[in-house]
């Protein structure tokens, strides 16, 4: 620490510089949008908007993507609570293999995934319910929402004693079912729900996957309107943001709550 | 017919050996403790006894009925942790509640016992609070309440006050040792700390690499040490090698000096033995002219302020003997004071020597 050096809650200049830098950064393209997105002729008006909420295709893809969400999130936890949780109970040596294979829906572009879950679909014993509805999508969201919850996840089974309180649970007579849901889920709760927020904003903005497979979801609804109507285009955008700037605050509520997420177990560890 | 026993464990993990082989039996209401080194197979088997271990071969009976199949939430056996082990989503009574619920017990008798619990290790005033916003004394009081709320067949501590300080430690282990005496119920203790065993315990059983080395009330663990590892571990042991020159007279050389040593029944004329002192029984005098007969001769080196008690280091011919002599008069002997060391026969334990000992005198574990 340098000496001498009285430490002040102020920002320096400096800071405030960078700060107004970044943050014209994000804000002039975001004011732009929103400024043409009001555009009349002539001055300025809320008709884009008007003429976006009042289509049915909008909340009818609005309302595909958000369930679609849904669903993934379900077998996004379903899935993974479990998994993670036998990872770091049982096997804790598999534990790299696990974030090695997180990182790989990075790595596999989304239009590889959708040719290849095409590919592996297209047999007798897959439902034609299944394969020629929306549904088909969910598989292709769990694998690309699969980092976001297995680091959600992961953060939180770090931050508790998963043995310990297995074990303490058991040992008041707790099945493994109860202990799960008494006991493991409540500590990991806020990466739960994280992860769950991560994967609703990752969901409300998949383009690719839903395009290929012909299905109109959200964002393929908002690249149509892109392509043709310009304002309404540009105040869509600005809902699809809002939307999004939700989830995050979710995530930033759901992280502030006391007893939650950064678990805490008192005295020396 | 006892209440718990342990019938010939033997636990290995890949190539090692955890428990060579371990058998005790407990009465009902009687509380054991399991005293050895880190490593010694302790918490081991006593998680054999929780069930969260299976062992390699063996038994664990609960009055006859063998439990060694059975899995640990069907075990009833509350257990107490070494690391915090709360539920930290629950407050202090949730915690409690917790086997009570696992139960289906009635809520009305649920809320009850829990009260009566948190009274009964004084918590009364912190049911309400999450484990974060307890101190680790009173998150293990908690941890023990919740063990008891389920009245368990058998109570497994694997050494609770481990991570508490020493002022709490001494106050919890009495308080445990109240709360056991007052429910009777059968008590299994894990810990490295001889004292914590030696206080609190009807019986000890000291581990060394899987192997029980002594089981017995404390008296007879700290008078009588039946190994030279079970001397070492309890407390603070001097120890001579000696060869016996009469047995029928209690008798043995040590470099030259004849010492009086009790009991040197069934050893030969000849046989090399290692005598054990406490330095509590020696007795430490004033001696410029040399050591005299049946006593040691040294110089004083060291003193080590232990309370109501001083520890003087004495250099004998080049071995360290600990005596501990009243602090009022230590100031008599000071550093560099020839001394002789002697100590009533009977006091003495002496043991073959099997192989050659390492170090001379070893300070006591967990401290």
């Known amino acids: 620490m340098a000496q001498g050096r009285v430490v002040t809650g102020r920002m320096p200049r400096s800071g405030w510089v960078w700060l107004f830098i970044g943050a014209a950064y994000f804000l002039i393209p975001l004011a732009a949008t929103a400024e043409f997105s009001l555009e009349e002729y002539p001055g300025y008006g809320l008709s884009s908007y008007r003429q976006i909420l009042s289509d049915p295709a909008f909340r009818d893809t609005l309302w595909l993507s958000f369930k679609l969400a849904v669903a993934t999130i379900v077998v996004s936890l379903a899935l993974f609570v479990p998994t993670v949780y036998w990872v770091h109970l049982r096997l804790p040596r598999l534990r790299p293999a696990v974030e090695f294979l997180s990182v790989l829906p990075f790595v596999v572009p989304p239009i590889v995934l959708i040719v290849g879950l095409l590919y592996v679909f297209n047999v007798n014993w897959v439902p034609v319910w299944f394969v020629e509805s929306s549904r088909f999508l969910v598989p292709g969201y769990v694998v690309l929402s699969f980092p ?85 285009a540009a105040a869509l955008t600005i809902i699809s943001f809002g939307i999004t700037w939700a989830a995050m605050v979710g995530i930033l509520l759901v992280g502030r709550r006391p007893g939650r997420g950064a678990v805490q177990i008192g005295g020396a560890r | ?42 918490t081991t088997a006593l998680r054999i006894v929780a069930g969260f271990e299976r062992p390699t071969h063996g038994r664990v009976l609960v009055e006859g009925k063998d439990l060694t199949a059975v899995p640990p939430n069907r075990r009833d056996m509350g257990m107490v942790f070494q690391a915090y082990s709360l539920f930290p989503n629950m407050s202090a009574e949730d915690n409690v509640e917790f086997g009570l619920r696992v139960r289906g017990q009635h809520a009305g008798d649920r809320k009850k016992r829990v009260a009566e619990l948190i009274e009964l290790v004084g918590l009364t005033e912190a049911a309400k609070r999450y484990p974060h916003q307890l101190s680790g004394g009173m998150q293990q009081r908690v941890a023990l309440a919740r063990a008891l709320a389920i009245e368990p067949r058998v109570l497994l501590l694997d050494e609770p006050l481990s991570a508490l300080d020493a002022l709490v430690r001494v106050q919890l282990r009495e308080e445990i040792r109240r709360l056991q005496t007052q429910l009777g119920i059968t008590t299994l ?69 004849r010492l009086r040593v009790g009991d040197t029944r069934g050893k030969q004329s000849g046989e090399r033995v290692l005598v054990l002192v406490r330095p509590e029984t020696l007795a430490v005098e004033r001696a410029p002219d040399g050591a005299g007969e049946g006593a040691l001769g040294g110089e004083v080196v060291a003193h080590i302020f232990l309370g109501s008690t001083t520890r003087l280091k004495i250099d004998a ?51």
């Open chain 1, 148 to 232: 976001f919850m297995f680091r959600s996840l992961d953060a939180s089974f770090r931050a508790i004693d998963v043995h310990t309180l297995t074990e303490a649970a058991q040992s008041l007579g707790a099945s493994w079912t109860r202990t799960l849901f008494r006991v493991i889920l409540p500590n990991v709760s806020a990466g739960a729900l994280s992860g769950a927020f991560l994967t609703l904003a990752l969901v409300m903005g998949e383009f690719t996957m839903a395009n290929v497979a012909l299905f109109t979801t959200f964002p393929v609804y908002i690249n149509y309107i892109g392509q043709t109507q310009a304002n309404p």
């Open chain 2, 317 to 367: 011919a080049g071995e360290e003997l600990s005596a501990d002599v009243p602090s009022t008069t230590a100031g008599t002997l000071p550093v560099g004071t020839r001394v002789r060391a002697s100590f009533p026969a009977e006091s003495a334990r002496v043991l073959r020597l099997e192989q050659p000992q390492a170090s001379p005198a070893t300070e006591p574990a967990g401290h």
């Open chain 2, 189 to 257: 203790y894990v810990t490295h700390d001889q004292e914590e065993a030696l206080s609190i315990s009807d019986r000890v059983a000291v581990l060394s690499k899987g192997r029980i080395e002594q089981i017995g009330v404390p008296a007879e663990i700290y008078n009588e040490p039946a190994t030279p590892f079970v001397a070492e571990f309890i407390g603070t042991m001097n120890r001579l090698e000696a060869t016996v020159t009469n047995p029928d007279g209690g008798e043995v050389d040590h470099k030259g000096t």
């Open chain 2, 1 to 42: 017919m006892p209440y718990l026993e342990l019938q010939e464990l033997h636990k290995r993990f890949g190539d090692f050996t955890a428990i060579q082989e371990i058998d005790i039996s407990l009465e009902g209401g009687e509380f054991l403790s399991l005293l050895g080194p880190s490593g010694c197979g302790k």
